[in-house]
Nanobody, 124 residues
């Protein structure tokens, strides 16, 4: 499967952005999907994950209540709505797919497909 993330950009603190990830392949609806981010000099960190059906979601504590992950299996897309952005949200954001498990994991090692990343910069 190939993943293509988009929607990043520069936004002021308190603003919003919506990231999208388009996936190829006919089995998208069978993948757990996740968003991760990586700031300069830091390890890649988990942001959010969503189950096959979209009925279950899982968020990092740092984004809970501000970010919302969703998916549209008919369009092979997963989105991340980011509200109340903070400068510490600045990072490259990656979408990822887990084709091997139905559980929602925060570990990058569980995800076997990755998009190329999209830059999100939040100014103070």
């Amino acid at each position: 499967v190939q993943l293509q993330a988009s929607g990043g950009g520069l936004v002021q603190a308190g603003g919003s952005l919506r990231l999208s990830c388009a996936a190829s392949g006919r089995t998208f609806s069978r993948y757990v999907m996740g968003w991760f981010r990586q700031a300069p000099g830091k390890e890649r960190e988990f942001v959010a994950a969503i189950s096959w059906s979209g009925g279950n979601t899982y968020y990092a504590d740092s984004v809970k209540g501000r970010f919302t992950i969703s998916r549209d299996n008919a369009k092979n897309t997963v989105s991340l709505q980011m509200n109340s952005l903070k400068p510490e949200d600045t990072a490259v954001y990656y979408c990822a797919a887990d084709s091997r498990s139905s559980s929602l994991s925060s570990s990058p090692a569980h995800y076997d497909y990755w998009g190329q990343g999209t830059q999100v910069t939040v100014s103070s």
